[in-house]
């Protein structure tokens, strides 16, 4: 129960900062479906971006992409999906 509430709260998290398209594959990339891109799950499921743009869009440098970094990122061209 507490994980299905939390998914709902972080899809409507999701949903305020991130397009569509954009939002699924931040889901899909959160293997381990903590909210945030490690730098493991983001290199897997991206490989476009670097360790470098990684760090850069790690915005409080807390060694994680949650899903805000994530948007900025990306509308900031610092990471691209492909
Ligand atoms: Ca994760
Ligand atoms: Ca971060």
Do not use: C, W, Y
């Amino acid at each position: 129960m507490k994980r299905v509430a939390s998914a709902l709260a972080l899809a409507a998290l999701l949903t305020s900062s991130l397009a569509h398209a954009d939002e699924a594959a931040f889901l899909s990339a959160d293997v381990n479906g903590d909210g945030m891109l490690s730098a493991e799950e983001a290199g897997e499921a991206f490989p476009s971006i670097s360790a470098d743009s990684f760090a850069d869009a790690d915005l409080d440098k807390d060694g994680s992409v949650n899903a805000e970094e994530f948007a900025s990122a990306l509308a900031a061209g610092t990471i691209a999906l492909q």
